[in-house]
């Protein structure tokens, strides 16, 4: 009885934790430097400028709230801080003033978006790089990248060496394809390649045993809290961040390296330690550890780690045929 409550007052305990965290660095918090709110919002409300442009049938003049509360927003950001959203709002508004002025469709709000657009230019000459853009599907072409999906396994049998950067940048940036809810792109990956700070914090996630030691690169994966706001949000940054660690560890398996997840199932203090151990500021939630780096030279091994009956996880649902 008395450790069923102590398992019950562990779990309040935790989720009062949670909701500090939220109340003190989500979006909506005053405490939170307001540039990096508006970071995510302008980002968040230019992507639904983006969705409706990407529409087959798109409505003229849709969206004028939004148009307007992006360029109010952008009067009162710093480009300094991070140029992304301006060069992503900017595409965007030239996208949809293109898109009208292509149907002959005139309006006051495009004549405040150009004049908009003309005084941003004249004083911060920003790459643009919002709005929509072609693209193709190839469909099957029959080469190798189902098996690339399914061949790739959690390595442990790594030599302990540091990767070069260039190599560890190009994995990055091939994963920040990974998509992320109103592209607002809160993922954050922290480096390692020193042997006391990845010991120490190997030592913290606690799973690692029996290979830590050969462990020459670690990423932690982590996701900003204040790119998210309200109850219903409260989840989204493990959603988002785990996308992009997937993608993470999709980009390592097709360039060759090694790559062992290692899970954050972890208490608030815990999460605590390594956040201080590892820099990583408070206003970020860990979502897991990644081990990573090339491997020993003799043959590889891997659990088998078999999977599951498709029959088992797919169930369909299908409505009744029309008669």
């Known amino acids: 009885m008395f450790s069923k409550i102590g398992k019950i007052l562990q779990f309040l305990s935790e989720y009062m934790q949670d909701l500090w965290l939220c109340l003190r660095y989500n979006g909506y918090s005053p405490l939170v430097d307001r540039q990096k709110r508006l970071f995510y919002k302008i980002i968040i409300e230019t992507h639904t400028i983006e969705k409706g442009l990407s529409l087959p049938f798109r409505r003229p003049l849709f969206g004028r709230d939004k148009i ?26 030239e996208s949809y003033l293109r898109f009208h002025r292509d ?44 098996v ?17 950067l260039d190599v560890v940048q190009e994995v990055v940036r091939i994963a920040q394809s990974a998509p992320s809810q109103c592209n607002r792109q809160s993922s954050q990956v922290h480096l390692y390649q020193d042997r006391s700070r990845i010991d120490e914090l190997l030592a913290l996630q606690g799973g690692s045993r029996g290979f ?67 820099d990583i500021p408070a206003g970020e939630r860990l979502a897991m550890m990644i081990a990573f780096g090339s491997t020993l030279s003799e043959p590889l091994r891997a659990a088998m780690s078999p999977r599951r009956h498709v029959d088992e996880i797919l169930h369909m649902h299908f409505g009744i045929s029309a008669q």
């Open 68 to 93: 307007r509360f992006v360029m109010s927003s952008l009067d009162g950001y710093d480009p300094s801080f991070s140029p992304l959203p301006a060069e992503m709002a900017l595409g965007a508004l």
């Open 148 to 164: 690339l999906l399914q061949s790739r396994v959690s390595l442990r049998m790594f030599d302990g060496k540091a990767l070069p």
């Open 103 to 146: 149907g002959s469709i005139d309006d006051p709000i495009l004549d405040e978006i150009a004049v908009f657009l003309s005084r941003w230019h004249d004083k911060y000459r920003l790459t643009t790089r919002g709005g929509v853009k072609s693209v193709q599907l190839h469909g099957d072409t029959g080469d190798a990248r189902p």
């Open 212 to 278: 830590s030691k050969h462990v020459g690169n670690l990423f932690v994966v982590t996701s900003e809290i204040a790119a998210w706001g309200g109850p219903g949000q409260r989840n989204q940054p493990y959603v988002d961040s785990a996308l992009f660690a997937m993608c993470l560890l999709l980009a390592f398996h097709s360039r060759g390296v090694a790559a062992c997840p290692l899970n954050l199932a972890i208490t608030n203090k815990i999460e605590r330690k390594i956040k201080t151990a590892a």
